[in-house]
């Protein structure tokens, strides 16, 4: 890939973009605080929220070596160019140069990941808000992301801090003993790399949740799946559960709303699932572009045939963001339709989701079909689930229930 990938890509997409000023982006101590304080505990088992603040250290310097790390999958070629292997891409990045994430550089012919514990963002979140649906439910997950991203999605939610280079947002340097403290001192029982996209930051990843796993807590990964097998593997060895966004069944909106390819996140999920690691799958139904009833069948058929019925998938509603404001909010009847191809095709824990309070997101046996888990939001309740299995007909249900 050439030098200027990231700066042709940021031109190509800034005549669509309503661009705000960088101080309206920028995570700056006020700003970074008021985020980090934002409440949304969950409260097991009894329906109800609970405010909680991170009282978290503020930036006390500017000095950004803190944050650079050489990076774990790269090779060196003739001319001090290196070749990034932590994604598809593999952009070849000469010296002074950036990969297409922007938070990967080429130093003397070393590439270097330039956000390690470099946090953008930190919340206490509830698993459920992952999504994660038959993992730890009601768990706390102290939440946090870097800055970048490996592709581009129209519709993404968090692009101020997915496609700004690093030095464009005021990172508080969380390294990984520090980020395991602030989790235990909020009671969470996982961290949780999420926001952006965890495989530009995959070094800090595996360094948080190493550290992580001596202290007890549990690591989970919310990802695009674009990633290559070996730091896949890495990422896998090292944390619990994978989330991964399977955002079409078709190659042309991957190179047109993504910018991304499809292949790969194919065999990613095939590859967490191989890995052992709990997985679950959330596809953003996006009105008319990916809704039809030959799109839900084909991602239906793909995932019971190659990562087996029990895998759980949410189809989630999408709103209105980033480069995507001309559609409208999916209808609530085109997630009921997806869920019931889905049904239909025989997967067995199809959900709908970002519908507060709809019945699709709760956990039904599917066996005798009793309610084992009922969610409202971001609470979930267990109602005939016990160690795992249905207290009705006693059949095991796959999830990962306990820490």
């Given at each position: ?22 101080s ?19 409260a ?39 070749r ?22 080429n ?21 459920e ?13 102290f939440?946090?992301?870097?800055g970048?991203?490996?592709?581009d999605?129209k ?48 070094e800090y ?5 190493e550290?992580?796993?001596k ?24 944390v619990d559960a ?24 194919l ?19 996006v009105p008319?572009?990916n ?23 949410h189809?989630t ?44 997101e ?6 005798c079909r ?8 971001f609470?979930?309740q267990?109602v ?20």
């Amino acid at each position: 890939m050439p030098p200027s990938a990231a700066q042709d890509r940021d031109q190509a997409w800034s005549d669509a973009l309503p661009r705000q000023r960088l101080s309206d982006v920028t995570f700056d101590r006020r700003a970074f605080l008021k985020a980090a304080a934002a409440p949304c505990a969950l409260a097991m088992f009894a329906g109800a929220l609970r405010e909680r603040s991170l009282a978290l250290p503020e930036p006390t310097d500017t000095d950004d070596s803190r944050f650079v790390r050489e990076a774990r999958f790269y090779q060196r070629l003739a001319g001090n160019v290196v070749r990034c292997q932590l994604c598809p891409r593999q952009c070849e990045v000469p010296v002074g140069g950036r990969g297409y994430c922007r938070v990967r550089e080429n130093r003397k012919g070393k590439y270097f990941t330039l956000v390690h514990s470099r946090v953008v963002a930190a919340h206490v979140d509830p698993i459920e808000k992952k999504p994660f649906f038959h993992f730890l439910p009601g768990a706390m997950a102290f939440s946090i992301a870097t800055g970048g991203c490996n592709v581009d999605c129209k519709f993404c939610q968090n692009w101020e801090i997915s496609q700004a280079r690093p030095e464009e947002l005021r990172g508080l340097y969380l390294p990984p003993g520090d980020l395991v403290q602030n989790a235990q001192r909020y009671d969470c029982a996982a961290l949780a790399y999420t926001y952006s996209e965890p495989v530009v930051f995959s070094e800090y990843v595996i360094d948080a949740a190493e550290a992580g796993r001596k202290a007890k807590l549990k690591s989970v990964v919310v990802s695009n799946g674009f990633i290559r097998p070996e730091p896949l593997r890495a990422v896998c060895d090292a944390v619990d559960a994978i989330k991964i966004d399977l955002k079409s069944f078709s190659e042309k909106y991957y190179h047109e709303v993504v910018r991304g390819e499809l292949r790969p996140v194919l065999d990613s999920i095939v590859n967490v699932r191989k890995s052992g690691r709990w997985l679950e799958i959330v596809y953003l139904v996006v009105p008319t572009l990916n809704d039809s009833d030959a799109d839900f069948r084909g991602v239906s058929q793909w995932v019971k045939r190659e990562v087996g019925a029990d895998v759980p998938i949410h189809y989630t509603r999408f709103r209105p963001l980033y480069l995507l404001t001309n559609l409208p909010p999916t209808p609530v009847a085109t997630l009921e339709r997806a869920k019931a191809i889905a049904d239909a095709e025989g997967l067995q824990f199809a959900y709908i989701g970002n519908v507060p309070g709809h019945a699709g997101e709760n956990t039904y046996c599917p066996g005798c079909r009793k309610l084992l888990i009922e969610r409202i939001g971001f609470t979930a309740q267990l109602v005939n689930l016990e160690r795992g299995s249905c207290k009705n007909c006693k059949r095991a249900i796959p999830g990962v229930w306990k820490s």
